[in-house]
């Protein structure tokens, strides 16, 4: 397979489209703190990587080839979050046949460290969902969904802080309006909040109860949508505050690079959505100083 790398660095973000990687050590110095957040969404079952005849993604994705990435990508620096934006089920005959154990199975072979719930993920139903949670060695965080008379209640938490290297990392996840996409008797009591609302909540929780350096949005909600009043990820940045991060899914929206939104008090925010089916895999690295100022660089990798 032929590649051509596209390097652009700018103080926007880090994206890396398709799975390769660069180091980035010559961006750190001894008394900089460097965090990785590597994302992945709407994986849709897809296990194996497509076949070289595929219209697309030709011989592109595959849980394999992910793990090689994310394990490069840990040695470089041990202060790394992988995450997932929702949508892991339903695609392939993998989940038909197995009903999601084979993905949970697999993403904590990955080490995941949080994902959140889209709306294809109800499609075994509710109850198939927790049936599966065991599978799971990591954490599912969505604080939009009230699943207090369900299944689900206290076992999805609103949000969940990971430490790296002294640095406090809130993440907590946002789901789309399950009605009109999923069959009511898939989701039962599941109750949708506005998440717009929600997030600036949890996000002020996080940033002045929890004392987080960084806060990061896990958002099925889904990037942009026209003519349409349905919250979006870019709606969500403007008029919320205090999150650092959207990292999206749904829409199987690609961006080349980490969106630029100023929130509501005229904040850049990073929105970011790596299109779907694990052809790509995300990554923001952010900097910390010795006062926790943070700084982001981007690099861009294009197969």
Do not use: W
């Amino acid at each position: 397979m032929k590649r051509r790398d596209f390097i652009k660095q700018t103080s926007a973000g880090v994206a890396y489209a398709g799975l390769g990687g660069l180091t980035l050590s010559s961006c750190t110095t001894e008394s900089t703190k460097h965090i990785t957040i590597l994302h992945t969404n709407d994986t849709h079952s897809q296990i194996e990587p497509f076949e070289a005849n595929h219209r697309r993604y030709a011989n592109k994705g595959g849980v394999a080839r992910r793990a090689t990435m994310v394990e490069e990508i840990r040695k470089e620096n041990p202060n790394t979050l992988l995450l997932d934006a929702g949508d892991i089920f339903q695609g392939t005959p993998y989940f038909n046949y197995f009903g999601g154990e084979l993905e949970f199975k697999l993403m904590s072979m990955l080490k995941y460290d949080a994902a959140t719930l889209g709306n294809h993920d109800f499609d075994n139903s509710i109850e198939g969902f927790k049936k599966q949670l065991p599978n799971a060695k990591f954490d599912f965080v969505c604080a939009n969904y009230d699943f207090k008379n369900t299944v689900l209640d206290t076992l999805v938490k609103p949000y969940k802080i990971f430490v790296k290297d002294g640095i406090r990392i809130g993440v907590f996840g946002l789901g789309i309006e399950l009605k009109g996409l999923v069959n009511p008797r898939l989701y039962k009591e599941t109750k949708y909040l506005d998440p717009i609302n929600v997030a600036q909540s949890i996000s002020k929780e996080l940033k002045e109860e929890q004392h987080c350096d960084l806060v990061i949005c896990l958002s099925h909600l889904g990037y942009n949508y026209r003519n349409s009043d349905k919250v979006s990820d870019l709606s969500l940045a403007k008029a919320t505050e205090n999150i650092d991060l959207i990292i999206g899914g749904h829409t199987h929206t690609f961006l080349p690079k980490p969106t630029v939104v100023k929130n509501r008090k005229g904040e850049n925010m990073l929105v970011n959505q790596v299109g779907a089916y694990g052809v790509n895999l995300g990554r923001i690295d952010f900097f910390f100083d010795e006062e926790k100022n943070k700084t982001s660089k981007e690099k861009i990798i294009l197969v």
